[in-house]
């Protein structure tokens, strides 16, 4: 017969969880670099395009014309299909690998698209906001950013494996 493991001291536990904000902002900075280059492959395709439609002089995209707020909504999705993936498929992007950060549900599953997108939605209006939604989390009484709170989705850090 197996003793039965100790109960752990909630006395140890921490009063709040911690916010978790410098390893978030470590992770997008390390998420950048993915991001960008893809970017750089939906930029390509649309010069590309741009110039096998006709405009073969030194012009670019016009700024602020529709072509390239659409330039603009695809890098977004671009990067959006690659968070979103990435945190359904193993609850990690890339840059959320060597800082241990893990997306889990609030109940402990895996969010379903819909959350995920979600999320994606607020988080990019979280960094709109001058990063505010992510600062937010010094401030939340459960340590959680804007778009934790509003997809229902936590980050947690794991432990280290040994």
């Known amino acids: 017969m197996e ?7 909630l006395a140890d536990a921490p009063a709040r969880p911690r916010a978790l904000v410098p390893w978030r902002l470590l992770a997008l900075f390390y998420d ?3 991001v960008l ?3 750089m492959l939906v930029s390509a395709a649309f010069t590309l395009g741009f110039f096998l439609a006709g405009h073969r002089s ?3 995209i016009a700024p602020f014309s529709a072509l390239q707020w659409l330039l ?3 890098c977004w999705l671009v990067a959006g299909i690659y968070a ?9 992007t890339l ?10 549900g609030a109940d402990g599953e895996v969010p379903g698209w819909g959350v995920l997108w979600r999320r994606y939605a607020a988080g990019t209006l979280s960094l709109f906001a001058g990063g505010l939604g992510f600062w937010w989390a010094w401030f939340d009484r459960d340590r959680l950013t804007w778009h934790d709170r509003l997809s229902g ?3 947690v850090r794991m432990e280290k494996r040994r």
């Open 84 to 92: 979103t993936a990435s945190w359904r498929r193993g609850g990690q």
């Open 37 to 39: 280059a893809l970017w």
């Open 153 to 155: 989705t936590r980050l």
């Open 58 to 60: 030194r012009e670019n």
């Open 72 to 74: 603009w909504l695809c």
């Open 95 to 104: 840059g959320m690998r060597p800082w241990r950060l893990h997306l889990r």
């Open 32 to 34: 950048f670099w993915p």
């Open 3 to 9: 003793p039965i493991a100790a109960q752990p001291d």
